[in-house]
């Protein structure tokens, strides 16, 4: 079972891929000054919380019990 907020980030994610490699230029130019900000910046976000370590291990994923997804 897909969790609601990961299912609704996933459809949003599929969605603005599909109209930007197949949508007429302006809703590509329309959609990615709406979602695909929004999506930029929760990768950023994740990125910023999820950084490794020396050795390569992402010290939050270690040591957090609740998935980030939830
Ligand atoms: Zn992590």
């Not at 459809?11 to 197949?22: I, P």
């Amino acid at each position: 079972m897909m969790w609601p907020v990961k299912h609704a980030v996933s459809v949003s994610l599929n969605t603005q891929l599909r109209v930007y490699q197949f949508g007429e230029d302006a809703a590509a130019l329309d959609l990615a000054r709406k979602d695909g900000v929004r999506s930029l910046l929760g990768l950023i976000v994740l990125l910023e919380k999820h950084r490794p370590d020396e050795d390569g291990l992402c010290e939050r994923c270690a040591t957090d019990d609740r998935p980030v997804w939830r």
